[in-house]
């Protein structure tokens, strides 16, 4: 199979059925992208499939040939993902940072939806991705950073 | 030693210390036992010296000068979130007069011969190493000072370090770190008690604001490495089969189903345990294949049948009514100060409650998972761990082979939480790799196997008795505890908490009450009980601050001006006057407990939230790991039922602070996992089996259901002589009664038992 990940081709052997999450980081080596439920409930393994949010884990590799398949070794070359990487950095929302590039992902996919999030919308598009270590407060103030609002840390 | 910041440590016994004192006396308690505290008081090591292989100083050990200038420092303790990979090396750098710019980290591989104690728990990386760190980079500096004089010939007293160069200030010459580095290097390092510190007037970074996380980069673009992460060409991925219950083992499996799918290499048994303790890995069977989500298909046919052991029978409700009969009856008595008995039976008014705290997971986001590979008889691991020494002992046990020969890098933890101070995961990976003839196997726990096969949080119940006064003064209290004890992971279950469980809010208690009767009957334990972030404070201070609040309401008294008469006047207590020996660990002559602190951070916490002027505030507070923490949470609960949390406040006082950006995450993210175990949290047990397999049933708090703002307040000393105290744990015990202390105040229900979920009204 043919699979375009962040403007590159790469070609894969494997089971059609095989989720895309182990595909990449089994398969590809490309280990950004983080395993935390299995059935979409955590959205660590949040990736861009034409520029949509997708939970990798339930994602059958075959479904994904010839889409544009974004990780978050690839998410900051488009502005917005950038946007949202340096504004995790400045709020300096990891803790131990694990479920963050899901966190990235989703986020920077609710700003090209909506460049202006509310906060319900920031619920709304935030809450599939569970953090532990309760980072909850500096993501919400980084996404409003990034979106040109004002951030304001806790 | 350095006169701006004494020697933290007079001495202590570590988690770790105490379990191998524990083993090695095959049973329990001959530790922290009153007796051998007392005669052996100056010979006893408190704080970091008290842990295994204590401290290191040595500048050589860890920090490496390149030419070019860059400074590298080696960081020995485990980053799990809690920014140790930033705060240690500030230290270093800030002693070093080194540019922040120019600092790189290299975690240290497991070797505490070499770095001094690696267990990354207890909250006391910060302050058990503050110390060595400041030595190391003063020593560090020193050296480079002296070779620069060397150069110059000219006397070390005319010259200084500035930010990454030692300057000549008589003739304005300077010499960069990098050009300085190989000189100094060969030159001894100062002894111990010969380095000079600096002046807490003039640190650069410890205790400053707009420290950026030295990860952040790595952690924003996905190239952090975790131990979930190593890769390498034709490595094998496994899951396992674990027992179900407890002790099980494998009666008879057929693998033949699982190894026809796709990608399976081999299906295989789990090699018996070396260990009879709970520590080690469960019997189970393996399936290796050429990714993890072929592995876990194939373990889905795999048909088990399991003997379930002495466990079988588990069941959490069937527990809880033993626990509660247990908490109803006197049990062996662990304080007593005054006479309990006489005093409640003179009580003007008597009040009692019981409370109730289920199992609950860590369920770190990374699950449980590493990386092992055998060559010519040489293991290495890559691991999540908090323990990196004990998780090489453990290796090297496991496939008998010296422990020279294993090696245990340190990986990033997506999350520990304590659950990664249990190595029982890389000893898997080893065992696996051994069995495919030393190839790299990656074995990664499911959700499902993390929620099964955790090292679940004690479930408990708390029994409180208190006796009032005409006037509604406190005369008397009571509290049993019960709960199952860590210790049942060591060895012989011990059936009673261990001094260090006690020591965790129960017998340290810091109320001005004359007559104090602390009770811990029996629990035997059935499942494996492990550390959770806060340990025993959780359910401890669940009962104690939920308590507290009933008897304000049963007075009609404020429930702030409550508390602080029950906590009475600002006064220092020596710990062992309340008959804990354990004091974490640390001098009980250097941590006495002082109300006077935790009078502060209730007197903050309720300022800073309003208290007095909004409807729907609970307060709590709590001391542990040698810190003072107070909330005050606010909830809304509307017509429905339904229950929001907009706002929590958070006063805290840990002493100085390194790194007060990590300290306010630190207590953020307390405030979040509080109100997840309160509102959400619960595994229960039938026939032995864990119910809850993933994140649907295990629930957590998200994004929405998370306070939508948390303020804290930190009380930093600038006292530098003051003792640290940890940051990582001690903000969780008092969120989850302030939470249930809100509720109260809102809706006038009363909640015991966590979780709250539809006890506040309506489903969460």
């Known amino acids: 199979m043919d699979l375009t990940i962040n403007d590159r081709t790469v070609q894969v052997t494997a089971s059609e059925d095989t989720a895309l999450l182990w595909v990449l980081r089994d398969l590809l080596g490309m280990t950004g992208t983080k395993f935390g439920c299995g059935i979409a409930l955590c959205g660590a393994c949040t990736v861009h499939v034409d520029g949509k949010p997708v939970r990798s884990c339930v994602l059958p590799v075959s479904a994904v040939v010839g889409k544009k398949i974004t990780t978050i070794e690839g998410v900051g070359s488009t502005a917005t993902g950038q946007a949202v990487q340096e504004a995790w950095k400045k709020v300096n929302v990891p803790q131990c940072g694990y479920c963050q590039a899901g966190q990235i992902m989703s986020a920077a996919a609710l700003l090209v939806e909506k460049p202006v999030p509310s906060d319900a919308d920031i619920d709304a598009a935030m809450s599939g991705n569970i953090c532990r270590c309760g980072t909850y407060t500096r993501i919400r103030a980084a996404i409003k950073q990034a979106a040109g609002q004002t951030g304001k840390r806790s | 030693?350095?006169?701006?910041?004494?020697?933290?440590?007079?001495?202590?016994?570590?988690?770790?210390?105490?379990?191998?004192?524990?083993?090695?006396?095959?049973?329990?308690?001959?530790?922290?036992?009153?007796?051998?505290?007392?005669?052996?008081?100056?010979?006893?090591?408190?704080?970091?010296?008290?842990?295994?292989?204590?401290?290191?100083?040595n500048p050589l050990v860890f920090i490496a000068i390149a030419d070019d200038g860059l400074v590298t420092i080696a960081v020995h303790r485990s980053e799990m979130g809690q920014g140790v990979r930033t705060g240690m090396p500030l230290i270093v750098a800030d002693e070093l007069e080194a540019d922040w710019s120019k600092i790189r980290i290299q975690q240290a591989p497991a070797d505490e011969a070499k770095y001094g104690n690696q267990?990354?728990?207890?909250?006391?990386?910060t302050r058990h190493f503050i110390d060595p760190m400041r030595r190391c980079g003063a020593a560090a500096r020193a050296m480079l000072e002296k070779?620069?004089?060397?150069?110059?010939?000219?006397?070390?007293?005319?010259?200084?370090?500035?930010?990454?160069?030692?300057?000549?200030?008589?003739?304005?010459?300077?010499?960069?770190?990098?050009?300085?580095?190989?000189?100094?290097?060969?030159?001894?390092?100062?002894?111990?008690?010969?380095?000079?510190l600096k002046p807490a007037e003039k640190f650069r970074f410890i205790g400053k604001e707009g420290t950026a996380l030295l990860d952040g980069d790595d952690i924003v673009t996905g190239k952090a490495q975790y131990g979930i992460d190593p890769w390498f060409e034709g490595m094998f991925f496994a899951v396992i089969a674990r027992s179900p219950v407890l002790g099980g083992k494998v009666k008879h499996f057929d693998g033949a189903e699982a190894v026809k799918e796709p990608g399976v290499v081999k299906v295989l048994e789990m090699p018996a345990t070396v260990a009879d303790a709970q520590f080690h890995t469960l019997a189970g069977i393996a399936v290796i294949a050429s990714n993890t989500g072929?592995?876990?298909?194939?373990?889905?046919?795999?048909?088990?049948?399991?003997?379930?052991?002495?466990?079988?029978?588990?069941?959490?409700?069937?527990?809880r009514a033993q626990m509660e009969k247990a908490a109803r009856t006197a049990g062996k008595v662990v304080r007593e100060d005054g006479d309990f008995n006489s005093a409640i039976a003179k009580a003007a008014r008597k009040v009692e409650a019981e409370y109730y705290l289920p199992h609950i997971a860590h369920a770190t986001m990374e699950p449980p998972a590493a990386v092992a590979r055998i060559v010519d008889g040489k293991c290495e691991v890559w691991a999540p761990t908090q323990a990196p020494q004990v998780t090489r002992e453990d290796i090297s046990k496991h496939l008998g082979i010296p422990f020279e020969n294993v090696t245990v890098h340190v990986t990033l933890l997506g999350g520990g939480f304590g659950r990664k101070s249990k190595p029982d995961f890389a000893?898997?990976?080893?065992?696996?790799?051994?069995?495919?003839?030393?190839?790299?196997?990656?074995?990664?726990?499911?959700?499902?196997?993390?929620?099964?096969?955790?090292?679940?949080?004690?479930?408990?119940?708390?029994?409180?008795?208190?006796?009032?006064?005409?006037?509604?003064k406190v005369t008397s209290w009571l509290h049993r505890s019960v709960a199952p004890s860590i210790g049942s992971i060591f060895g012989p279950d011990p059936k009673h908490e261990l001094d260090f469980e006690l020591g965790l809010g129960l017998i340290n208690l810091p109320y001005d009450i004359p007559n104090l009767r602390m009770e811990n009957p029996e629990a035997t334990a059935h499942t494996r009980i492990g550390w959770f972030r806060s340990?025993?404070?959780?359910?401890?201070?669940?009962?104690?601050?939920?308590?507290?609040?009933?008897?304000?309401?049963?007075?009609?008294?404020?429930?702030?001006d409550f508390l602080l008469d029950l906590i009475g006047s600002p006064r220092l207590i020596d710990p062992r006057s309340q008959h804990d020996s354990w004091n974490q660990g640390e001098s009980p002559k250097r941590y006495p407990v002082d109300t006077g602190r935790l009078r502060r951070v209730i007197e903050t916490v309720t300022r800073e939230a309003g208290w007095g002027s909004k409807r729907g505030l609970g307060l709590a507070a709590h001391y542990?790991?040698?810190?003072?923490?107070?909330?005050v949470a606010e909830v809304e609960v509307d017509k429905t039922g339904y229950l929001r949390i907009p706002r929590v406040d958070i006063a805290f006082d840990c002493g100085p602070v390194v790194n007060p950006d990590r300290v306010r995450s630190q207590l953020e993210g307390a405030v979040v996992m509080g109100i997840s175990l309160a509102t959400l949290g619960e595994i229960t047990f039938k026939r032995g089996r864990s119910q809850q397999d993933n994140f649907h049933q295990y629930r957590v708090t998200r994004m929405d259901t998370a306070p939508r703002e948390i303020r804290v307040h930190l009380l930093p000393a600038t006292d530098w002589n003051m003792p640290l105290g940890g940051a990582g744990e001690p903000g969780l015990p008092p969120v989850a009664p302030a939470l249930c202390n809100a509720i109260f105040a809102a809706t006038g229900r009363r909640i015991r038992r966590m979780p709250i979920r539809d006890q506040a009204g309506a489903a969460l």
């Open chain 2, 1 to 57: 030693m350095s006169a701006v910041l004494p020697r933290a440590a007079e001495s202590g016994l570590s988690r770790r210390d105490f379990i191998a004192k524990l083993t090695a006396a095959g049973g329990l308690v001959v530790i922290g036992c009153k007796t051998r505290i007392l005669a052996a008081e100056e010979a006893e090591k408190y704080g970091a010296e008290g842990m295994p292989h204590g401290t290191v100083d």
């Open chain 2, 119 to 125: 267990d990354t728990d207890g909250s006391r990386s």
């Open chain 2, 147 to 196: 070779a620069a004089a060397a150069t110059w010939n000219v006397p070390v007293t005319e010259v200084h370090a500035q930010n990454h160069e030692v300057v000549h200030e008589k003739t304005g010459r300077k010499l960069g770190y990098g050009a300085l580095a190989r000189k100094a290097a060969k030159l001894p390092a100062p002894a111990h008690d010969a380095v000079t």
């Open chain 2, 294 to 319: 072929a592995a876990i298909k194939a373990r889905s046919a795999l048909k088990i049948e399991w003997d379930d052991g002495e466990n079988g029978e588990y069941d959490s409700d069937v527990y």
């Open chain 2, 427 to 472: 000893t898997e990976a080893a065992v696996l790799s051994k069995a495919m003839d030393g190839r790299p196997v990656k074995v990664t726990w499911t959700r499902d196997d993390d929620l099964h096969h955790d090292f679940f949080h004690t479930v408990s119940v708390e029994h409180l008795q208190a006796g009032l006064d005409a006037s509604g």
């Open chain 2, 535 to 560: 340990v025993s404070s959780v359910p401890h201070a669940f009962a104690v601050q939920s308590f507290v609040a009933e008897l304000a309401a049963a007075t009609g008294k404020d429930h702030r």
């Open chain 2, 624 to 631: 542990s790991f040698v810190s003072y923490a107070a909330v």
